[in-house]
């Protein structure tokens, strides 16, 4: 796919211009703008391109990128195609009520075939599991510290509402301050990798287009 693109990239037919390379990949202007469009698609928001926006999806992408060269390396497995269409399924009935016809019409709108989106689904997929099994084991939560949560944190979200007890809140507890540990250790292993490899960012993409 890589070779594919860089092809394009180097034919005088078709303008998709390099965007950015991290190590050996690269990353054309046209995936980052299809990043734009089907994460505005994903989250019911308006596409857009502006040269900040633009640099904040060839961000993620170096992110992503970043996990699927780690995924590879050490042979992680990826989504089923059936948990591929039940993600796809339940974006239908969150976001289109389930109408193909409303979902057709989106993927016209925001100009994304479902293939794409369905590759888009993948890698989401891809990423939570890869997170999950990479980081949560690591994570150990003193009880002293979820204690700390449910009395400063925790209670304050039922205001007025009957409290339920620190037994019965515990649960829901460990997994929040357990996901602010992974966000963390996530962020932590991000940094350090794109610290050690090569970026290079091609700006002429990311500036703003003069009338």
């Known amino acids: 796919?890589?070779?594919?693109?860089?092809?394009?990239?180097?034919?005088?037919?078709?303008?998709?211009?390099?965007?950015?390379?991290?190590g050996n990949e690269i990353i054309t202007e046209?995936?980052?703008?299809?990043?734009?469009?089907?994460?505005?698609l994903i989250?019911?928001?308006?596409?857009?391109e502006t040269p900040v926006e633009k640099r904040r999806a060839a961000q993620k992408l170096i992110e992503l990128t970043l996990i699927r060269i780690e995924m590879n390396?050490?042979?992680?497995?990826?989504?089923?195609?059936?948990?591929?269409?039940?993600?796809?399924?339940?974006?239908?009935?969150?976001?289109?009520?389930?109408?193909?016809a409303t979902f057709a019409a989106a993927l016209t709108q925001y100009r994304v075939s479902e293939n794409?989106?369905?590759?888009s689904l993948?890698?989401?997929l891809a990423t939570l599991s890869f997170i999950d099994f990479r980081f949560r084991p690591g994570v150990q939560i003193p009880e002293e510290e979820l204690?700390?949560?449910?009395?400063?944190?925790?209670?304050?979200?039922?205001?007025k509402l009957a409290k339920p007890t620190y037994n019965e809140a515990r649960p829901a507890i460990l997994e929040v301050v357990?996901?602010?540990?992974?966000?963390?250790?996530l962020d932590r292993w991000l940094n350090q990798t794109e610290s050690s490899t090569r970026v290079r960012w091609m700006d002429p993409v990311f500036k703003e287009v003069k009338p």
């Open 30 to 40: 046209q995936q980052v703008l299809l990043h734009l469009r089907t994460a505005a």
């Open 116 to 119: 794409e989106l369905k590759e």
């Open 73 to 100: 390396n050490n042979r992680y497995p990826l989504p089923t195609p059936e948990q591929i269409t039940t993600a796809l399924t339940q974006l239908k009935q969150q976001r289109f009520n389930a109408s193909d």
């Open 147 to 159: 204690r700390d949560y449910f009395q400063y944190d925790y209670q304050k979200e039922f205001g």
């Open 178 to 185: 357990t996901q602010q540990r992974i966000d963390n250790l």
């Open 43 to 48: 989250n019911g928001e308006a596409v857009k």
């Open 1 to 22: 796919m890589l070779q594919i693109f860089l092809l394009a990239f180097l034919s005088a037919d078709l303008l998709d211009r390099l965007a950015l390379s991290i």
């Open 122 to 124: 993948k890698w989401q």
